[in-house]
T-cell receptor, first 112, second 120 residues
């Protein structure tokens, strides 16, 4: 099937690290993405990783890709209340690189 | 300012009354797409378009129509809305990038603000 799976909720204390996990379906996916959706808004691209990379770091964000297990994770260092949002992972499958398959989204709640 | 706009943002209607949700982008993007977002299901693609006059079904096209007569606009049409189409709808657009090997890939997708539709 084409299910991209994520846990639905994550709650962390401000200043801690958050790790959001995702399992995708197509081992040949070319690009994998993390999008952020703030309340009442559309999705915005946070970061992406190309399939020939294992890790990508961008300021407070670290993306780890385990192709063998088809597992993608997003780590947010020093999580702030402004990071509270829904985070979606998405894959661009090899059979149709024009398509994006989104996960169910993880709602991150940051409390003081 | 580069953006994707959708109208209306909120709509309450009744079963069977035809409606159109408009989507417009000012970035000259080839690719446009419609998604619906439902709790626990994430985003599911309804229809997409790779260029003018080229449209194709996504994962949940039943009950929807689209058209792409101009590059900037990609309206979503519900000919006879039903309550199971109550949802949050997003339009998105992106460039298409040619990869080595000749395949195309949709670059970063830019999303509109969403249209919350309720069908009674």
């Amino acid at each position: 099937g084409e299910d991209v799976e994520q846990s639905l909720f994550l709650s962390v204390r401000e200043g801690d690290s958050s790790v959001i996990n995702c399992t995708y379906t197509d081992s040949s996916s070319t690009y994998l993405y993390w999008y952020k959706q703030e309340p009442g808004a559309g999705l915005q691209l946070l970061t992406y990783i190309f399939s020939n990379m294992d890790m990508k770091q961008d300021q407070r964000l670290t993306v780890l890709l385990n192709k063998k297990d088809k597992h993608l994770s997003l780590r947010i260092a020093d999580t702030q209340t402004g990071d509270s949002a829904i985070y979606f992972c998405a894959e661009s499958p090899s059979y149709n690189t024009d398509k994006l398959i989104f996960g169910t989204g993880t709602r991150l709640q940051v409390f003081p | 300012e580069a953006q994707v706009t959708q109208n209306p943002r909120y709509l309450i209607t009744v079963t069977g009354k035809k409606l159109t949700v408009t989507c417009s982008q000012n970035m000259n993007h080839e690719y446009m797409s419609w998604y619906r977002q439902d709790p626990g299901l994430g985003l599911r693609q309804i229809y997409y378009s790779m260029n003018v006059e080229v449209t194709d079904k996504g994962d949940v096209p039943e009950g929807y129509k689209v058209s792409r007569k101009e590059k900037r606009n990609f309206p979503l049409i519900l000919e006879s809305p039903s309550p199971n189409q109550t949802s949050l709808y997003f339009c998105a657009s992106s460039k298409r990038v040619r990869l080595a090997g000749g395949h195309y890939h949709t670059d970063t997708q830019y999303f509109g603000p969403g249209t919350r539709l309720t069908v009674l």
